[in-house]
């Protein structure tokens, strides 16, 4: 009995592991091709061998020789830039060498202008008075800093346990002001100073509080 | 078609998409792009939501997580985005402009045939010419990744011999506003 059951195990077991294989060998996983890894450029998020076209190429190749020395080897050391000359003339390359410096002494000249903007302008917050005993807090110029305006609307109603809201100035663009029910403005300030959730970015000197009181009074 | 968009003023609404539409596009996108189901499936799970965002002039972006995936104009072919083609740059045909042309396509101009047709570009042979209305991937004379993707207005062959007027239409662009939004 033994022997028989030894004679029968062997046989049992040998087409088992055969079924199991023909049975997974016709159902492969299919992996999903896996996405090609892409180098941004930090500075002008175009791949890195795109940037001699954008207008801050000097800083792209300063960005790329910190960040990614072996891609700055491969496109700008000295045998790269002989072999890309390709197929234009040298009078067009140069032609187009001096188009793309003019081009990114203007975008340079008008990033620096933007910033003088940005410095210069101000995020005033003001107390309307609407009805004899109530006030309105109004701000404006957040805009400017970059501040998702209903986000921000939300965060301080929901901080004052009040309704505030965002209105536009002019039809058309956001010339923003968020309206806030009640008198909050110092607590505004103190947000803004303490950069509060969205409220990132802004210098403390850039804010001001109007009085637009018509009653003086001690508050 | 993105030169000029911004989210603040071009956008008119979220709204998530029906399931049944959902699996049209899915099977609309194995037939128009040359892509794996298993890939389009690590791109887009079966279990996420596809959000439609409605833009002005009957352009419509469709996201995943807030990413941008593809998007249509009425109901033309869906082009996938610049970004997502970078990523799976085979899922396209391409054709390729030569170095001059390289400029004002990053500008947004439309693609002339003799861009595709000089020393530096290349369009397919003829055995795998394309017919027009093709969506192709663009690339640069010298360039590993596209510069744009654009919609042949020409089939390549007719691109060859007439060489003259606008051979590619561009659609999106290396740089342009679609590029600059990574989430919606």
């Not at chain 1, 028989?4 to 195990?9: E, P, V």
């Not at chain 1, 806030?180 to 100073?193: N, R, W």
């Not at chain 2, 003023?9 to 029906?18: E, F, Q, Y």
Request: proline share 6%; charged share 25%; aromatic share 6%.
């Amino acid at each position: 009995m033994g022997k028989k059951q030894r004679g029968q195990a062997p046989p049992a077991a040998a087409p088992g592991p055969e079924e199991a294989e023909s049975s997974t060998a016709p159902a492969p996983v299919v992996e999903p091709t896996p996405p090609k890894e892409v180098v941004y450029c930090g500075v002008c998020d175009w791949p890195v061998e795109y940037c001699e076209f954008g207008s801050t190429f000097t800083k792209c190749k300063e960005w790329l020789k910190a960040e990614h020395p072996e891609l700055w080897d491969k496109y700008y050391s000295e045998d790269a830039l002989a072999a890309r000359l390709g197929t234009i003339s040298l009078e067009a390359q140069s032609k187009l060498e001096k188009d793309t410096a003019k081009k990114e002494a203007k975008a340079e000249a008008k990033a620096e202008a933007d910033m003088k903007k940005k410095m210069s302008s101000q995020v005033i917050i003001k107390r309307i008075e609407r009805t004899k005993r109530k006030h309105v807090t109004v701000i404006s110029g957040l805009d400017k800093f970059g501040v998702d305006l209903k986000k921000a609307a939300k965060q301080f109603a929901s901080k004052f346990a009040t309704g505030a809201s965002v209105s536009k100035v002019t039809a058309g663009a956001t010339d923003d002001e968020i309206v806030v029910q009640g008198d909050v403005c110092y607590e505004v300030l103190e947000m803004i100073e303490d950069g509060v959730g969205v409220l990132k970015g802004i210098p403390a000197d850039n804010v001001e509080i109007v009085e637009d009181k018509k009653k003086k009074g001690g508050d | 078609m993105f030169k000029k968009f911004s989210t603040a003023t071009d956008i008119s609404g979220h709204t998530p998409v029906k399931s049944s539409v959902q699996r049209q596009l899915r099977a609309a996108l194995l037939s128009q792009w040359r892509i794996e189901p298993e890939t389009l499936e690590s791109i887009w799970p079966k279990k996420e939501g596809l959000v439609h965002v409605k833009c002005r002039e009957h352009i419509s972006i469709y996201t995943v997580n807030g990413k941008p995936i593809f998007f249509q104009h009425f109901d033309g072919p869906l082009v996938p985005t610049l970004r997502l083609l970078h990523q799976y740059p085979y899922i396209l045909p391409m054709v390729k402009i030569d170095r001059g042309a390289i400029r004002f396509m990053l500008a947004g101009a439309n693609m002339m045939c003799p861009g595709l047709t000089s020393a530096g570009g290349w369009l397919p042979p003829a055995e795998e010419g394309l017919p027009a209305g093709t969506l192709v991937a663009v690339h640069a004379e010298g360039k590993e990744h596209a510069a744009g993707i654009g919609l042949c207005k020409l089939s390549t062959e007719d691109m060859k011999k007439i060489n003259k007027n606008v051979g590619v239409e561009t659609l999106a662009y290396l740089g342009d506003d679609l590029w600059s939004q990574k989430s919606l």
